[in-house]
């Protein structure tokens, strides 16, 4: 006669089994717990310039979520990302980097102990000597003489910071290589000169005017022979513009002032065609001497500082001849606003606007006339 036993365990027993069994395993091991890398938080890299295959300055930035010590590493990473072949656009340059006299750290706006170098490979650079507490805003700045080369393929790339600390926090963000913008405009030129006259009694450079002119007119009017009889008038000359380099103005005649019958009124002084500016002096008025001296005319201004190869008036009553070839009589190096002036003579620089003389005196012998004329014509160039 045979007998079948059956044993059956059922569910609520095998549940008990395994968890006698567990407890059994972790009293005679112990109890393991696993710690988790957290995240780090507010993870930027700002690029000194997105162009490819150009050095450019990187500015590190995270929140730490938990303490750093001055002992614990950081590793930055900036090839960590696949290109999808198994290799990665590497960044180059970052193997080159033997120090840390290329890298800034502050904390919290605050800079920090300059920190340590550890080591740097070609895709990574790791650091120590950074303290922070949780909450605190951590930057690190490798400048650009660090000579790390961005991509030069265009895309967006993986940066990496790992805090070797007990948590092992890690932290990631991008950033994009692209070509250049280019950023056009036109600046349209500015440049105005205006000629103004002068009233009666005006000063300009130290003397007073004896008649008023307009922008288009300088009448003498009748002579008298004599110091006492001199003749001085003057017109006001302006410039806007915003040439780079400012300005030059210069003045030439296009003849002698002369009569229509031949006779002339010569240049300062005494026919010598002065261009080094000097004290008035009276024409020598001597028959000896020759028509040369018996009447002469020139001109002063108040701009001290000419630019060019213009004369260099230092005061006041210094005049040089009218020439009939241009001569510089007022000039800046810098964009000007048609107004800004000078201290009212040739002992300092009129920048916008200045005032010119024009003086004439003559002696008994100068001849007879009564239409004396030449005409007078003013240059004014910018400079870019």
């Not at 710690?35 to 450019?56: I, K, Q």
């Not at 938990?66 to 960044?91: H, K």
């Not at 502050?106 to 800079?111: D, G, I, P």
């Not at 260099?312 to 800046?332: K, M, R, S, W």
Request: charged letters at 15%.
């Amino acid at each position: 006669m045979f007998v079948y036993s059956t044993n059956t365990v059922d569910v609520t027993q095998r549940v008990v089994a395994t968890l006698v069994a567990c407890a059994l395993v972790m009293a005679s091991i112990g109890v393991y717990q696993t710690a988790h890398a957290a995240n780090l938080t507010f993870v930027s890299n700002t690029l000194s310039t997105s162009e490819p295959n150009v050095a450019s300055a990187h500015t590190i930035l995270f929140t730490a979520t938990n303490d750093i010590g001055p002992t614990e590493n950081i590793t930055i990473t900036w090839d960590s990302q696949d290109d999808g072949t198994g290799a990665t656009q590497d960044f180059g340059g970052i193997g080159s980097i033997s120090d840390t006299s290329d890298v800034l750290v502050s904390v919290n706006l605050a800079a920090a102990t300059q920190p340590t170098f550890e080591s740097a490979d070609a895709d990574s650079l790791e650091i120590s000597g950074v303290t922070a507490t949780a909450g605190q805003t951590v930057e690190i700045e490798v400048a650009d003489t660090a000579a790390i080369i961005n991509p030069t393929v265009l895309d967006s790339y993986e940066i990496q910071i790992d805090v070797a600390n007990t948590e092992n926090d890690i932290g990631r963000t991008r950033v994009v290589i692209l070509d250049q913008v280019v950023v056009s405009a036109i600046v349209p030129t500015i440049f105005e000169f205006v000629v103004e006259g002068l009233a009666t009694t005006t000063d300009v450079n130290g003397e007073v005017t004896t008649g008023s002119s307009t922008a288009t007119e300088i009448p003498f009017g009748v002579i008298e022979a004599g110091p006492l009889g001199a003749k001085l008038m003057g017109q006001q000359l302006s410039v806007e513009t915003n040439a780079d380099n400012g300005f030059t103005v210069s003045v030439e005649s296009d003849g002698p002032l002369a009569s229509s019958f031949g006779a002339d009124i010569d240049s300062f002084f005494d026919a010598t065609d002065e261009t080094t500016p000097s004290v008035w002096d009276s024409p020598d008025g001597t028959l000896a001497f020759g028509e040369d001296g018996w009447g002469h005319w020139g001109m002063t201004t108040e701009d001290g500082t000419t630019t060019g190869t213009g004369p260099n008036f230092t005061g006041t009553d210094q005049y040089i001849a009218v020439l009939q070839t241009p001569t510089i009589i007022f000039g800046h190096t810098s964009v000007c606003d048609g107004t800004t002036t000078g201290a009212g003579d040739a002992s300092d620089d009129d920048l916008c606007l200045t005032q010119v003389g024009y003086k004439v005196e003559i002696t008994p012998l100068q001849e007879a006339g009564d239409d004396y004329t030449t005409n007078l014509m003013y240059i004014a160039t910018p400079r870019f």
